[in-house]
């Protein structure tokens, strides 16, 4: 005990106005520079535990036992100590960044911002150096030192708050799903980098995360969470060898399972058949505005963002093509751009024959019932103010196709399908769902226009292996009944090997490889797809 960096010594957590724990007796330590991963499914208590650790929980949340970190215990601290305490000893990097991120700050004044409210006697020359060293350490260029939240992918974002997390150098970083929206060459150099400091700095590291090849990669021991307890503790290897608990042993079934590619869809004959959609020489661009000295100057250089940069792609009915791609690829842009939600710099996107470039706002919108789309954060797309039949029935009502007081039949029918019971869940709303639940929700929302193409942008990515099991067979399941056609969107190349009938490898705003699925992941010929395969964790390499 006296050599442990942190202590949860019989943690108990409930939320304000809840009698249930969210954290049931939870107790482990963790040394200087070891690392421990905390994996469970949706709502098991992972996050609460991490923001426990941190002081972060809500006022009035009800806590028994105690959190020690050096020894001292964090319950005693004051608001201010605490704020001190957040960054220098104890740092967090949440799921989602944009949580951390203040729109109206640029990155750079992020970086300033933090490290002058830890340390004020730094000059301002001083503060961007380190604040340009740190986010060099995650990849993101100096010269985006002066762009805003909004202007960075999703991925990107995520590596601005790790590059924050880092500044201070703390004794302890949770990571709580930190790589969920990067693809996998990132997530393996951000995580690289996190154990490169751990072992440097003695720094210890709690990994909150469903994805248990990166845990078994990256993390000493592992801690198995379910219902709020702690059902299993110890080694990775022991733990993936002999797992003892049932609920350990279904989490690494269902993993394995998705590796497999087992059930992998078999890619019909295109031979023949119109496509669906059929996307010509797209482009989506965007310009940077130059700075004044620049422009006083007359200097000029290429400042333009090549999002999507002369896309030719076909997706023909019935198929589901996987778009696979590192973070700020473009793949999402792409999604964006042929639901005409932004307008293409040049280029075609035709649906069903039609060429949706020349529609108006009325008539892109009546077309939008057969082109609906599923997100990767249900949170972000469900109305929390929205009870979850309303939320589904909204579709209907603004596409006309049932009025005030019909559709819930409808409603009703395609929650029973998704697996949600209308009697218990039609009147509750989101923020009473897990994650899974949500994200069905979201399925539901997607499918009750009867759409002939859905558009998936990392719909599974933030789910536990057994939940995006059960959602993936349900979309699949769907997908026959319904004759839907997928464009899915992912950055796990497992997830679309065991999806998709065949891939393309976006990379620069280009498709640089198209092929059947298993033709990609047996005989790549581009160097960048070989380069993802290779940065791909496997827990079958941990399990043996």
Not at 102 to 118: K, V
Not at 243 to 270: C, D, F, I, N
Not at 404 to 432: C, H, K, N, S
């Amino acid at each position: 005990m006296s050599d442990s960096l942190l202590s949860v010594a019989n943690l108990s957590i409930a939320y304000p106005r809840s009698e249930q724990w969210v954290v049931d007796n939870v107790s482990f330590q963790l040394k200087p520079g070891e690392r421990i991963g905390l994996v469970g499914e949706s709502g098991c208590g992972k996050s609460t535990l991490g923001r426990a650790i941190l002081k972060m929980l809500p006022d009035g949340s009800r806590i028994d036992g105690d959190v020690l970190v050096n020894g001292q215990s964090t319950a005693r601290l004051t608001p201010a100590q605490a704020r001190r305490f957040r960054g220098e000893v104890v740092s967090l990097v949440f799921q989602d960044p944009m949580t951390r991120l203040n729109p109206l700050l640029t990155i750079g004044d992020h970086c300033i911002e933090t490290l002058l409210s830890h340390e004020p006697e730094l000059s301002q020359a001083e503060a961007k150096q380190r604040s340009l060293d740190a986010l060099t350490a995650v990849n993101i260029p100096a010269d985006r030192w002066k762009q805003y939240p909004h202007e960075f992918s999703g991925g990107m974002r995520q590596r601005v708050a790790i590059a924050l997390a880092l500044l201070l150098n703390p004794q302890l970083i949770v990571a709580d799903e930190p790589t969920t929206s990067l693809d996998v060459t990132v997530s393996a150099q951000i995580l690289d980098e996190l154990t490169r400091l751990c072992n440097e700095r003695q720094m210890a590291l709690v990994l909150v995360s469903h994805d248990l090849a990166v845990v078994g990669q990256y993390c000493d021991r592992i801690a198995v969470m379910y219902d709020g307890k702690i059902v299993e503790l110890g080694s990775t290897e022991k733990v993936f060898q002999t797992p003892e608990h049932p609920y350990t042993k279904t989490l690494l079934k269902s993993a394995l399972y998705l590796e497999s590619g087992a059930k992998s869809s078999v890619a019909q004959a295109l031979n023949d058949t119109k496509p669906l959609l059929k996307l010509s020489n797209l482009k989506q661009h965007y310009s940077l505005e130059s700075n004044f000295l620049s422009n006083l100057l007359g200097k000029k250089s290429d400042r333009t963002i090549r999002a999507v940069d002369g896309i030719d792609l076909e997706i023909y009915p019935g198929e589901t093509l996987g778009l696979v791609g590192e973070s700020g690829c473009g793949k999402s842009t792409l999604s964006r751009t042929i639901l005409q939600l932004i307008k293409p710099t040049s280029g075609n996107v035709e649906f069903a024959g039609q060429n949706l470039s020349g529609f108006g706002r009325q008539a892109m919108q009546q077309q939008r019932r057969e082109i609906q789309m599923i997100f990767q954060d249900p949170r972000a797309c469900l109305n929390p103010r929205m009870t979850v039949g309303a939320s589904i029935l909204d579709p209907l009502l603004i596409h006309k196709m049932a009025a005030p007081g019909e559709g819930r039949i409808q409603v009703e029918a395609i929650m029973e399908r998704v697996g949600l019971d209308p009697t218990i869940f039609f009147d509750r709303y989101p923020g009473e769902l897990s994650g899974g639940q949500q994200q069905r929700v979201a399925i539901a929302r997607a499918l009750i226009t009867k759409p002939r193409l859905v558009i998936c942008d990392e719909p599974v990515s933030m789910l536990d292996a057994t939940v995006r099991t059960q959602v993936l067979d349900l979309m699949r399941d769907l997908k026959a009944e319904l004759n839907l056609t997928y464009l899915f969107i992912t950055h796990d190349l497992w997830v679309a090997r065991f999806f998709c009938d065949r891939i393309a490898v976006m990379n620069g705003g280009k498709i640089i490889e198209l092929d059947a699925t298993e033709a990609i992941f047996k005989s790549p010929q581009a160097e960048y797809t070989k380069t993802l395969l290779g940065a791909a964790p496997l827990l079958s390499q941990s399990t043996g």
